[in-house]
C-alpha cells in the first residue's frame, strides 16, 4: 500500500501559507519560525543593519560559555578533595585506585570519619570492592 503524505508549513505570524523555516539564534538561544516569503523578508530587512554591524562568531559559539577563571578553581578544588579521600582511603585500608571514580561506599566512610579518628573497617564484598592495582616502579 502506497501513502503520500503532504507537509505544509503554516506562517506562525499570521496563519497563512508559509514558504521557509528561518533558524536564528538571539542570547545564545536558537530559534526557529515558519514564515512567508513577505515575513522572512520583512525580519530579514529588520536584522540587515545588526548584521551588517556585527561580526561572526566562531563555530559551536551559540553554547553559553563558562566562565574560565572559576572552573578552574573549581576542578583544582575537586582534584584536591579526590586526592585528599584517596590518600585517606589507602591509610585506612580502602582498596583504592590511584585514578578513575572513588567508589561511593569510600566517599561516604571518608566525609563521615575524616578528621574524627579511625575509619571502620573496609568491607569489601564482591559487589563492592574496587579493583586492585599495583603501582609501577
Known amino acids: 500500500m502506497a501513502r503520500i503524505e503532504h507537509i505544509r ?5 499570521d496563519g497563512s501559507s508559509a514558504d521557509e523555516t528561518v533558524e536564528f539564534v538571539a542570547d545564545n538561544v536558537a530559534y526557529e519560525i515558519d514564515l512567508s516569503q513577505d515575513h522572512a523578508a520583512a525580519l530579514r530587512d529588520a536584522l ?3 548584521i551588517t554591524a556585527a561580526r561572526r562568531a566562531p563555530s559551536g559559539a551559540a553554547r553559553p560559555r563558562r566562565a574560565r577563571s572559576s572552573s578552574t578553581s573549581t576542578s583544582t578544588e575537586r582534584r584536591q578533595h579526590s586526592n585528599a579521600i584517596r590518600s585517606w582511603a589507602r591509610q585506612n ?7 578513575g571514580r572513588i567508589p561511593a561506599e569510600i566517599v561516604e566512610a571518608y566525609e563521615k570519619n575524616a578528621g574524627s579518628g579511625p575509619a571502620p573497617s573496609p568491607r569489601a564484598t564482591s559487589a563492592t570492592a ?3 592495582f599495583q603501582e609501577a616502579g
Open 130 to 132: 574496587a579493583p586492585q
Open 9 to 13: 508549513l503554516v506562517d506562525d505570524l
Open 48 to 50: 540587515t543593519p545588526y
Open 93 to 99: 585500608g580502602y582498596p583504592i585506585a590511584e585514578r
